[in-house]
């Protein structure tokens, strides 16, 4: 499961939509790099950061600004 932060998502010029970042879940308002190695409850299914999923270059194709390193 892989997770993407509403605020980056309305972060690009245009925001990305759902179908475009290719992500599972939608999350606002949670640090989800904090979430790397811990626990958490997403409902009643548990959990577990395992890491972070850096850009590809689908989502480079719509950003107005570089996003992969």
């Not at 999350?27 to 972070?52: K, Y």
């Not at 999923?53 to 689908?58: F, N, R």
Request: glycine share 8%; with cysteine; aromatic share 4%.
């Amino acid at each position: 499961m892989t997770l993407i932060a509403a605020e980056v998502c309305e972060s690009f010029d245009p925001p990305l939509e759902p179908d475009v970042h290719r992500r599972n879940l939608v999350t606002r308002g949670i640090d989800l790099n904090g979430l790397v190695g811990r626990e958490f409850m997403i409902g009643a299914v548990r959990c577990r950061g395992m890491r972070l999923c850096e850009p590809c270059a689908v989502l480079q194709g719509y950003a107005s600004r570089p996003v992969l390193r």
